[in-house]
């Protein structure tokens, strides 16, 4: 099973609200990330959680925050969003998160609007 | 960090052709390439990976060719069916690093 789950599918929010994005994965991976993806655009990595710890921040406004309560879990919180944050947002997981040849298996996304 | 790039945005090919999409990369210190495919409104899906000190490796009905001296990476795909409708990135890197991708290719098929 390379399954991994994020919640909700679609979010719609103003830009003084407060929601938070989640991910799950049951394949024991210890490496979770949080990628952004705008319209016809590759995705770009946002945050890297290496053994429950924050690894790798590229640079993200401090209006999103990731926490990772346990192995399985990760979430984005997200505040004071502005409309060109919206996009479709997408975890992934991977086995280890030592060296850079381990696949990466994503989940379906959150599709993110803000107004 | 250094970016990997596709020739082209878009690539139409007739049903039951071969499909071939091509990716160049600027890092010459990758060890590692992934392509997947992302239909629309879908995260991206595994379809195969290689290492560098390959530069062949079949799946089924996918082949991904690495040739390390021009910094060129290749998809092909037998027999194009219209489930294979979607866009296809190339990615490097990987592991604690994450995942550098490339433009990405729209691949259509024609009936």
């Known amino acids: 099973d390379t399954e991994v789950t994020q919640t909700p599918k679609h979010l719609v929010m103003g830009m003084t609200n407060k929601k938070s994005l989640k991910c799950e994965q049951h394949?024991?991976?210890?490496?979770m990330y949080w990628y952004k993806q705008k319209a016809k655009k590759p995705p770009e990595l946002m945050f890297v959680y290496s053994y429950e710890k924050l690894s790798i921040n590229e640079s993200v406004p401090s209006r999103f925050s990731p926490e990772c309560p346990n192995s399985s879990l990760l979430n984005l919180h997200l505040h004071a969003l502005q409309p060109e944050d919206s996009a479709l947002y997408l975890c992934?997981?991977?086995?280890?998160?030592?060296?850079?040849?381990?696949?990466?298996?994503f989940g379906p996304g959150t599709r993110l609007t803000v107004l | 960090g250094e970016s990997v790039g596709l020739h082209l945005p878009t690539l139409s090919v007739q049903e039951g052709d071969n499909s071939i999409i091509n990716c160049a990369y600027s890092?010459?210190?990758?060890?590692?390439f992934i392509w997947y495919k992302q239909e629309s409104g879908k995260g991206p899906q595994f379809i195969i990976d290689?290492?560098?000190?390959?530069d062949k490796r079949q799946g089924q009905r996918v082949t991904v060719l690495l040739n390390k001296t021009v910094k060129h990476l290749s998809l092909q795909i037998a027999a194009t069916q219209p489930g294979d409708s979607a866009v296809y990135f190339c990615?490097?890197?990987?592991?604690?690093?994450?995942?550098?991708f490339g433009k990405g290719t729209h691949l259509i098929i024609q009936p």
């Open positions: 992934a997981s991977s086995q280890v998160p030592t060296g850079a040849t381990d696949t990466q298996y």
């Open positions: 890092n010459s210190a990758s060890d590692y």
């Open positions: 394949m024991g991976h210890r490496a």
């Open positions: 990615a490097e890197g990987g592991g604690a690093d994450g995942l550098t």
């Open positions: 290689i290492r560098s000190n390959m």
